[in-house]
């Protein structure tokens, strides 16, 4: 099955986790490892693996509100900053909250952020968070409307913002090689790849892509919607023949000294 998706193993560095996606109420069975010189695996209904934590619905709940708990707990350190003979001015709050909490808030949110994909939850807990940081930069009171102290701080709607973040992730596929294995899974009409996966898009039929909820569509989206109208030595793109060239005297300017 790994070979099939392009995957090479080796087992000695090989970690194994008995991860438990039964909906029932009865307890599964241990797996037994000791034919294979391993232990008795315990089944679990959570899997961390490299910072990420799976629920066994894939709901991802578990993983915001560690990230959301974990920085919520750094914006009440930063408080100490404050302490200082001088303090720190609500700009230098907003760049503490911008370049120190988002991004470890939003870790990987390509996991749970995709199109059609239950995330009332996830911006909720990332709301409180962000309400807090908002708080916490201009030192405002707790009953302060929401939406004004988000304005105040120049901070924008997180869903706003993880949708600025996703398109821009989105268009990051153009940049890996053409060897790369997301490459052979997008459609062959928008992927430079010449070799095609068993299982990419292409075998799918539309019905079957409509049903799917993946990062992975969102960006054969992203690319079919950019991509084929821009041609980067179309005619009026040379010295000459742009528009304000053509049409000049259609354009007005007006200057004035500042």
Sequence with gaps: MLEKFGLI????????????????????LSLNLSPIRGTVLQPKNIWKYLGFIFDKKLSFHQYVNFYSNKVMFMVKCM??????????????????YRTCVLP??????????YNRAPMSYHLKILG??????????????????LFGIKAIAGLIPIKL??????????????SLPPNHLIQSLMD???????????VSLDSLTSHQCSLIKSHLVNMVNRCNGIFPSFTPFYSEFSPSHTIIDNFSDQFLFNLHNK
């Design 9 to 28: 193993v080796k087992h000695f560095k090989t970690e194994v986790f008995h991860f438990n996606r039964s909906q029932g109420p009865f307890n599964p």
């Design 79 to 96: 408080k100490i900053l404050s302490n200082s003979n001088q303090g720190i001015n609500p700009t230098q709050k907003y760049l503490l």
């Design 104 to 113: 470890i808030a939003l870790y990987r949110f390509q996991l749970w952020f």
């Design 128 to 145: 409180k968070m962000q309400r807090r940081a908002a708080i916490w930069i201009l030192g405002a009171f707790k009953i302060s409307p």
């Design 161 to 174: 913002h993880l949708q600025k973040l996703g398109g821009r992730s989105q268009l990051h596929t153009y």
């Design 188 to 198: 062959s009409s928008q992927s430079i790849s010449t070799l095609q996966h068993s």
